[in-house]
């Protein structure tokens, strides 16, 4: 899950802040397949500037939420502020990221596509050695080939080591003119194939994936 408190509005009851006007039923999600073990995402931003410029903020919050009950069964925290090699000033994470609860992750992604070796060079240097990374591997969003994202899982493991890497596919292609559609099982199939080995997860699944398209990739 990518966040339970996104601007300053809460999905969950008791975070001291002003929740969603309708929250959702987390006893009926904790008992649906998919939520069998959960990544939960702390307090982030829609937008990424504001996400970068408040990090500080949306840590001390993230802590906070962190110790929220909830009915789900959690098997690791993600602090939502996305990170990429553009982002000059990532490496003030590493004190606002430490009170945070374990397993802890991040996710990562190349705009800039400085390329795999890079990308993992840049990371060891300052990413704290028990901090995962969720890396977005481009392909949905034609900014590298299932080949390239290889590249990068690769690179990855072999620098952070293969328990500290997951793959965000994902769950939609862009359309010519702008907006999107849900990715076809086809679409997927070549990423998919590519990165087996390694831990995928879909983003915006719930949105782009129904039970049958999931039925369609599993038989693939």
């Known amino acids: 899950m990518q966040w339970i408190v996104v601007d300053g509005l809460s999905f969950v009851a008791g975070a001291g802040l002003p929740?969603?006007?309708?929250?959702?039923?987390?006893?009926?999600i904790a008992r649906a397949p998919w939520a069998e073990e959960v990544?939960?995402?702390?307090?982030?931003?829609?937008?990424?500037?504001?996400?970068?410029?408040?990090?500080?903020?949306?840590?001390?919050?993230?802590?906070?939420?962190?110790?929220?009950?909830?009915?789900?069964?959690?098997?690791g925290w993600c602090?939502?502020?996305?990170?990429?090699?553009?982002?000059?000033?990532?490496?003030?994470?590493?004190?606002?990221?430490?009170?945070?609860?374990r397993p802890l992750w991040i996710s990562v992604y190349d705009s800039a596509n400085v390329?795999?070796?890079t990308l993992a060079d840049w990371l060891t240097g300052w990413l704290p050695g028990d901090v995962g990374v969720f890396f977005q591997d481009g392909v949905g969003v034609h900014a590298r080939t299932p080949a390239t994202a290889?590249?990068?899982?690769?690179?990855?493991?072999?620098?952070?080591?293969?328990?500290?890497?997951?793959?965000?596919?994902?769950?939609?292609?862009?359309?010519?003119?702008?907006?999107?559609?849900?990715?076809?099982?086809?679409?997927?199939?070549?990423?998919?194939?590519?990165?087996?080995?390694?831990?995928?997860?879909?983003f915006n699944g719930p949105h782009f994936a129904g039970n049958r398209l999931i039925d369609e990739i599993a038989s693939a």
Do not use: H, M
């Open 19 to 28: 929740t969603v006007p309708v929250l959702p039923d987390w006893r009926r």
């Open 39 to 75: 990544f939960l995402g702390l307090a982030g931003r829609f937008g990424e500037g504001e996400a970068r410029a408040t990090v500080a903020e949306l840590a001390s919050r993230s802590l906070a939420l962190a110790f929220l009950p909830t009915p789900l069964n959690v098997v």
């Open 79 to 101: 602090f939502p502020v996305e990170v990429d090699p553009t982002w000059q000033e990532a490496t003030q994470l590493v004190g606002l990221l430490a009170p945070l609860p």
């Open 115 to 117: 390329g795999a070796a």
């Open 150 to 202: 290889r590249d990068y899982a690769d690179a990855l493991a072999d620098r952070l080591g293969r328990d500290r890497l997951c793959i965000i596919v994902e769950a939609f292609r862009p359309l010519v003119g702008g907006g999107v559609r849900p990715a076809k099982a086809g679409d997927r199939q070549p990423e998919f194939a590519a990165c087996v080995d390694y831990p995928i997860y879909l």
